[in-house]
């Protein structure tokens, strides 16, 4: 290798490789299920305006992924300070290739997208953006790296750019452009993107010879700040806790780290929500479907805080558990449970916080007589509240045992396997006419219940057999089991429209509910003693 | 090789192996360590060191072989042997979130034997402040709070690895030499790994040498003086290379003067000196260092 854009092209390509092809498949996989869940409703106009949101949404979605995973492959910058190139050079070869893998990821998704289900959606302009909202977001990176203002950056780089697309995203998902057009679209990504490199270049100058991007002065406002916030919090002393036992230090350890999560993401979803709301739409019909698309915020909420939640390692890349928890004199057991408290913590307060969102969108409805979109849908049926707190647990549940494992390779293979399954379903639907379609889905939905069950009930077993959980908590595990399939199922056939085959995909999932209590001890001892 | 008796021993380590895919990592290891004792395990980079001592804290599970702490199994009984022991990482793995005195607390909770005074004594010995959050410190004050931590229950067996990695001079001489003496003489047991001989040729008990994941050499530090010496033999006409000898190690030298590096009973080397007619002008004890270098190269 003799010239640095080669060498920094094969570095790039090394360090990201297999978190890109993660990122992306787990992308594709989140687009096709949305996809098809629309489309499992009936045939979809690919020309109405939503599709076009549907659209924006996934491609911003996938800059998101593929740029965490190029970035988070990348970590701190500092280690390539002493490298004999200069800052200009360096930053030009670490944003082009990062751009170049951008680019081909949007194609590929639209591609594969297109090739499936069957809709043209236009490909060459956002794959012109995408490696765009990449560099700024690079250059908002490394220009704040190690300050306070790194998230704060992110987010006004990420802002700046999520408006302009949308904005002219529009134009171009409704209107078939002239070519000379078209490349006047081009000019004011090109001019984005040289500003962003120029801004990269100036911050990773700066940090580069030991200079924050902030003045001095800046500095001292800050830690004055953080001083103050500090003496406002605490006096003059901060008062360390005091515990009683190894247990409450562990869950307060737990709680200070990862309890934040869940509540935090819940929190800005259903604000960004509200604020969307606000400024585009104003519609009070709208807003019975706002309250349930925060539920679907909730779930996603819950599979991040899970990630967070079930992470053991030393860095937030790296899920092995790290020295100082795995030399904690406690049992795998009782490390387990703290982990376990923290998340039913922070399930409840996230569905609290959506529960109460929830009744003050409803009062403001009745208040103003819009009730028909409320009392349409599911949010005023009994079980729906009960089933978002248990649902969220559930994904939160398995997502963190699941992380707590600590094995990277064995997550690939658990990801990759649910790909590969769900790909090989849906290809084999797209071969299908309607009625053996739906019998796919129905036999689908009968396997992943009878799997989710045997697999808990092996967990459980194997739990009992290696003493991390006792015979009782398996047989009280086994009871609130059996109590709450029997509801699931009486209430799914109570319905009209219910099927043996929801049935059983609801009786597998309520295993899940009491899957963490068997597997998160079990995941955690195989993470701390290999 | 020198094993102590068994029944004094604080970890019993028998036939341990470890793999990671193709690279042997510990190969069928078999070690005891007495209790009381300052243990100084040694050994160059990737040569198992910190394998070892992960399989005796419980973080590795022996592929073979078994490992007994206090009589426990680590991997079985992790609070049982933790409990007792105290240990520093040679990564110096501390939660960058909290503070000092978080971090004081926090582990205190885990330890009934948890000295306060103590815990203040070195804190301020270690000048730590208290209110400072772990991710600001430097990488020697790191090293001070792990150490801290480790010591401030007064564990039965102390693990130290790379323990000096990051500690200034002063630090590194005075306190850390200062504080595993003061354990050793206290009863308890300390095993630190490093590859600073100097350090552990000056606190150590015993050592045991570890090279390419085997054990090369268990002795105490007394008998590992005694048994290995350099020789300096004058040969009657120059010699383009040493003539072997029994015991030897490791040779230097040109023309008539060679110095060996022997290990072993040296009066069958005199013999042999004699039969080939040449003089041995000098005899001396080797550093722990050039013990390790000779036995390494050989």
Redo the contacts between chains.
């Keep these: 290798m003799n010239s640095i854009p080669l060498a920094m092209t094969w570095e790039l390509i090394g360090r990201c490789r297999n978190a890109v092809i993660l990122t992306f498949l787990c992308t594709n996989l989140f687009c096709s299920l949305l996809m098809s869940s629309l489309q499992s409703n009936g045939p979809v106009d690919l020309s109405d305006p939503s599709m076009m949101g549907f659209q924006l949404g996934m491609i911003l979605f996938s800059i998101f992924g593929i740029g965490t995973a190029i970035n988070s492959a990348y970590k701190e910058t500092s280690r390539v300070y002493v490298l004999p190139i200069d800052t200009a050079t360096f930053v030009t070869w670490r944003m082009i290739p990062a751009m170049a893998v951008m680019s081909l990821c949007v194609i590929l998704n639209a591609l594969l997208i297109d090739l499936m289900f069957g809709v043209s959606w236009p490909m060459l302009w956002p794959a012109m953006a995408a490696p765009v909202g990449l560099a700024m977001l690079q250059a908002a990176l490394w220009s704040f790296e190690k300050t306070v203002l790194q998230i704060l950056s992110v987010l006004v780089a990420g802002a700046i750019f999520g408006t302009w697309y949308a904005f002219r995203f529009q134009s171009i998902f409704l209107v078939q452009l002239h070519p000379l057009i078209f490349l006047l679209e081009a000019t004011p990504l090109l001019l984005m993107a040289v500003i962003s490199h120029r801004f990269a270049i100036f911050g990773f100058g700066r940090l580069r010879c030991g200079e924050s991007v902030l003045t001095s002065r800046w500095d001292e406002l800050l830690n004055a700040a953080d001083k103050d916030i500090a003496f406002l919090k605490w006096g003059n002393s901060y008062p360390a806790p005091v515990f009683q036992s190894p247990a409450s230090a562990q869950f307060w350890f737990e709680s200070q780290k990862k309890e934040w999560a869940f509540p935090g993401i819940v929190i800005a979803t259903l604000t960004i929500q509200i604020l969307a709301w606000g400024a585009f739409e104003r519609d009070l019909n709208k807003l019975a479907v706002h309250m349930l698309i925060g539920g679907v915020a909730v779930m996603v909420g819950a599979m991040l805080s899970g990630l967070i939640v079930g992470n053991f390692g030393r860095a937030d890349s790296s899920v092995e558990m790290g020295q100082f928890l795995a030399s904690r004199p406690m049992t795998d057991h009782d490390m387990a449970r703290a982990t376990l408290a923290v998340m039913v913590r922070a399930n409840v307060t996230s569905w609290g916080i959506y529960l109460i969102f929830c009744v003050v969108i409803s009062t403001v409805l009745f208040a103003m007589g819009n009730t028909r979109e409320l009392l349409a849908g599911p949010l005023l049926q009994w079980w729906y509240f009960p089933a978002i707190l248990l649902l969220a647990w559930t994904i939160t549940g398995v997502f963190a045992t699941l992380y707590m494992t600590g094995h990277e390779t064995f997550l690939a293979r658990i990801i990759c396997g649910c790909i590969a399954v769900y790909l090989a379903v849906l290809s084999s639907a797209l071969l299908l006419d309607v009625e053996s379609k739906r019998q796919l889905f129905a036999i689908t939905q009968m396997a992943t219940g009878i799997v989710m069950l045997i697999v808990t009930a092996g967990v459980f077993c194997v739990s009992v057999q290696r003493r991390v959980v006792s015979a009782r908590e398996g047989t009280i595990a086994g009871i609130v089991w059996t109590g709450l399939s029997s509801i699931a199922v009486l209430e799914v056939l109570r319905n009209p429209g219910g099927s043996y085959a929801l049935a059983s995909l609801l009786v597998g999932v309520s295993s899940l509910v009491l899957f963490p209590f068997a597997a998160a001890p079990l995941a955690l001892k195989w993470n701390r003693h290999r | 090789m020198n094993m102590p008796d068994s029944a004094e021993s604080i970890i019993e380590i028998h036939d341990v192996s470890r793999q990671f895919g193709k690279t042997v990592a510990l190969d069928h290891v078999s070690l005891s360590i007495p209790r009381g004792k300052v243990f100084g395990l040694i050994g160059g980079n990737g040569a198992g060191k910190t394998t070892l001592i992960?399989h005796i804290?419980?973080?590795?599970?022996p592929q073979t072989g078994s490992v007994r702490v206090f009589g426990l199994d680590p991997?079985e009984k992790?609070?049982?042997?933790?409990?007792r022991?105290g240990?520093l990482?040679e990564?110096r793995?501390?939660?960058d979130?909290m503070?000092v005195?978080?971090l004081?607390?926090?582990t205190?909770?885990?330890?009934p034997g948890w000295d306060r005074d103590f815990a203040e004594e070195l804190r301020e010995t270690f000048d730590l402040d208290?209110?400072s959050y772990v991710k600001s410190l430097s990488r020697g004050q790191r090293a001070r709070a792990g150490l801290l931590i480790a010591l401030a229950h007064r564990p039965e067996l102390l693990v130290l690895d790379e323990p000096s990695s990051g500690l200034d001079p002063v630090v590194r001489r005075d306190i850390l030499g200062a504080i595993i003496r003061t354990i050793a003489e206290e009863g308890r047991t300390v095993l630190f790994s490093s590859h600073l001989l100097d350090e552990v040729e000056r606190v150590a008990d015993e050592v045991t040498m570890i090279h390419q994941g085997r054990i090369v050499l268990s002795q105490t530090m007394d008998d590992l003086k005694l048994q290995h010496r350099r020789l300096t033999v004058r040969f009657g006409t120059p010699m383009t290379q040493a003539p072997a000898m029994p015991g030897m190690l490791t040779t230097e030298g040109t023309g008539t003067d060679w110095t060996y590096h022997c290990s072993g009973d040296t009066s069958q080397f005199a013999v042999a000196v004699e039969s080939l007619g040449a003089t041995l002008v000098a005899e001396d004890a080797l550093s722990l260092d050039e013990i390790f270098v000779a036995r390494i190269r050989n």
């Design positions: 992960k804290l419980g973080m590795f599970k991997v992790p609070a049982e042997t933790l409990a022991i240990y990482s990564d793995d501390l939660p979130w503070r005195t978080d004081m607390s926090y205190q909770a885990f330890y208290r209110n």
